[in-house]
């Protein structure tokens, strides 16, 4: 099969440096070498690591309270045309990131392709595995960092006329909340929770995972989705229990363990109906405590990635 790489470098999102460091530490451990040579991929894509620095403007200031909001738009808008590119072509794509700011340019590059493949009713799903719901608008959010509100505006419950802040989001690019689940939530502001019920979105907590295992959660999770449905995965690793992932930058204690991270990707690739991955919020730089921290959780990834592209435990 024919898989799309993108490498991001991007960690405009939030504010802590070294996210950008991960889809090297990522493939420096291995993981392409393993998609080719033991999962029999085709790898498409340059070989390189996007850093996207001709995007990033030399002054950005804050607008509706949300921080480096043009070279996140500028670069997400990038990020969108690569994927859409890939998917177009028939490629399974997978993105490295950076903060999960990008997921903006990777849900809405295959919505926009997968809408032209199937017509305009053909909508793809999105599960998004978090500790967090990343769905603030500018205004809810507390913090003003955009890998915090990606959800809102995929979905236009956040969105603005100006191209600059990315007012190019438009129809084709865009996901509707009916086709959103989400797993492994456990750190959700208030007004998140807010638009979440107003909206009636699907979402598994940790709460529902502890009450009915992750096996009934994924049966509940993908008959909520439908099969023939094309659905893309966005991974934050922070989703994971920092014992196994500490390394990311808002990491939340009672997460999933790994088997059961591990668990939802094989779940995913089982489907068959898998049309991109993204796996986000590794950072290197930060390993809290133990020096392992970086490296475990870049294995960590590594095996999410892998389960989710169809390795098979037999
Ligand atoms: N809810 C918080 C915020 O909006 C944290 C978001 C964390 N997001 C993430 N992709 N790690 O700032
Ligand atoms: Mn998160
Ligand atoms: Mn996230
Ligand atoms: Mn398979």
Redesign the pocket.
């Known amino acids: 099969a024919d898989l799309g790489v993108v490498a991001v470098g991007f960690s405009g999102g939030q504010c802590k440096p070294g996210v950008d460091a991960a889809p090297s530490a990522l493939i420096e451990s291995g993981l392409l070498t393993q998609l080719r040579d033991e999962l029999g991929y085709n790898l498409h894509g340059d070989d390189q690591v996007h850093l996207y620095t001709d995007l990033v403007p030399a002054s950005d200031p804050d607008y509706r309270g949300m921080k480096n909001p043009r070279a996140v738009s500028a670069v997400t808008r990038r990020i969108a045309d690569q994927v859409y590119e890939h998917s177009r072509a028939g490629r399974l794509t997978l993105t490295l990131g950076g ?2 700011s990008i997921a903006i340019g990777t849900i809405a590059g295959t919505a926009k392709a997968t809408r032209e493949r199937l017509g305009p009713r053909g909508e793809m799903a999105v599960i998004w595995v ?1 500790a ?1 719901a ?1 769905i ?1 608008t500018p205004e809810t ?3 003003g ?1 955009v ?2 509100m990606p959800v809102a505006f995929l979905t236009g419950i956040a969105s603005d006329k100006n191209e600059e802040f990315f007012g190019w989001l438009t129809p084709e690019h865009r996901l509707s909340t009916t086709k959103l689940v989400y797993i492994g939530l456990r750190d959700v ?1 208030a007004g998140e929770k807010r638009i979440l019920r107003e909206h009636g979105i699907k979402a598994f907590s940790m709460f529902d995972i502890d009450k009915h295992g992750i096996g009934r959660v994924m049966e509940m999770a993908l008959a909520h989705i439908g099969t023939d449905t094309p659905i893309h995965l966005s991974f ?1 690793v ?1 989703a994971l229990d920092p014992m196994w992932a500490p390394s990311t ?2 990491p939340v204690r009672g997460g999933l363990t790994l088997r059961e991270g591990d668990f939802i990707c094989e779940c995913v690739h089982e489907t068959g109906s898998l049309v991109a991955v993204d796996l986000v ?1 590794v950072n290197p730089s930060l390993a809290p405590e133990q020096d392992m921290g970086a490296h475990e959780t870049v294995r960590a990834g590594c095996s999410l990635v892998r389960c989710a592209l169809g390795e098979s435990l037999l």
């Open positions: 903060d999960h978090d967090h990343d603030n959010s507390g913090s960092n890998h915090g502001d934050d922070d930058g808002t919020e």
